[in-house]
């Protein structure tokens, strides 16, 4: 089994930045896909981020694409979300997530395990 949690979250004004990191524990994570996604209240959760076992991958949503970088460090099993240029629309729960399968099966879905996530909050 793999336990993520989360941190980094909090309140910041539209414009600023925040770092969130992902923290593997049980058994190491350095051959899964990671990955982020959010949630904001009356919404789904949708896709943000995934990054390949290696780093040689990355995936972004759209709306992020430019603003949000997602990196890893295998030997300390962590994962991060540098989040830059912040919008209200940002404004989410966001979750860290661990894909046991391939990059190749498709880094938006199917992820094994989560996190309990942590609050975003950006004010206009």
């Known amino acids: 089994q793999v336990q993520l949690v989360e941190s980094g979250g909090g309140l910041v004004q539209a414009g600023g930045s925040l770092r969130l990191s992902c923290a593997a524990s049980?058994?190491?994570?350095?051959?899964?896909?990671m990955g982020w996604f959010r949630q904001a209240p009356g919404k789904e959760r949708e896709f943000v981020a995934a990054i390949s076992w290696s780093g040689g991958n990355t995936l972004y949503a759209d709306s992020v694409k430019g603003r949000f970088t997602i990196s890893r460090d295998n030997a300390k099993n962590l994962e991060y979300l540098q989040m830059n240029s912040l919008k209200p629309e940002d404004t989410a729960v966001y979750y860290c997530?661990?894909?046991?399968?391939?990059?190749?099966?498709?880094?938006?879905?199917?992820?094994?395990?989560w996190g309990q996530g942590t609050q975003v909050t950006v004010s206009s």
């Open positions: 997530a661990a894909k046991v399968g391939s990059w190749y099966d498709g880094p938006r879905s199917r992820y094994d395990y």
């Open positions: 049980g058994r190491t994570v350095s051959r899964y896909v």
